[in-house]
């Protein structure tokens, strides 16, 4: 079975500063996806970024980018220039091509200080 | 453009009553998601339809959770006779095609049953 592992329960950064999540997942499936999804203290699942196993190129999506490392099956998350609303927490998940269920993290509560 | 929708917000209920969880999805979206939030177990995926079909409702706890989908634009999670280890989030989520394209996900149904 499918496993993601988020090793770091709680973070906290100052403000401005940068973050990385760390996230790490089994699978011996060479095509999947990844995926990085924020929850706020309002409880919206929202999605940060996605990446596709088959690209080389790691996502990016403005202050979010991933370091995507397929061999090492290690999916981090990076925040730059962190603000008082990226405060959440973030859950890591995968699923295979042709899987037919997104399987989640624990989780990672991150905490952004003024 | 709506999001998903989902009501109630909250629900309040007593053990044995039933409840009903109503979902819309993203206009034009074919596949529809319902999973169930809490503490002890995390994120969990209930059942998962394609084009208003059911394609795998493994995650169903037990006999007393059913859901529907009528039409493209409608889902309901029915939980009868409702017990206090149901109470939890409930989130809804649609994907384009299918459950490798990124979801999208309601605000939530916090239950509560007493």
């Known amino acids: 079975a499918q496993t993601v592992t988020q090793s770091q329960p709680e973070m906290s950064v100052q403000e401005a500063e940068t973050v990385t999540l760390s996230c790490t997942y089994d699978?011996?499936?060479?095509?999947?996806?990844l995926f990085w999804y924020k929850q706020p203290p309002s409880r919206q699942m929202i999605l940060v970024i996605r990446?596709?196993?088959?690209?080389?190129q790691n996502a990016t999506e403005n202050r979010f980018s991933v370091n995507f490392q397929k061999a090492a099956k290690s999916f981090s998350l990076k925040i730059s220039d962190s603000q008082l609303g990226d405060t959440a927490m973030y859950f890591c998940?995968?699923?295979?091509?042709?899987?037919?269920?997104?399987?989640f993290g624990a989780g990672t509560i991150l905490r952004v200080k003024s | 453009d709506a999001g998903v929708i989902q009501s109630p917000r909250h629900e309040v209920t007593e053990m044995g009553q039933e409840v009903t969880l109503r979902c819309k999805p993203i206009s034009g979206h074919n596949s529809l998601f319902w999973y169930r939030q809490t503490m002890m177990r995390g994120l969990e995926l209930l059942i998962y339809f394609n084009n208003n079909v059911p394609i795998d409702d493994s995650g169903m706890p037990e006999d007393r959770f059913s859901a529907k989908m009528p039409n493209a634009s409608f889902s309901t999670l029915k939980i009868q006779p409702s017990e206090p280890r149901d109470s939890a989030v409930y989130f809804c989520a649609s994907s384009f095609v299918d459950v490798t394209d990124t979801q999208y996900f309601g605000p939530g149904t916090r239950l509560t049953v007493l």
């Open positions: 998940a995968f699923i295979m091509e042709y899987g037919n269920k997104l399987v």
């Open positions: 699978t011996s499936e060479s095509n999947y996806y």
């Open positions: 990446q596709e196993a088959y690209k080389q």
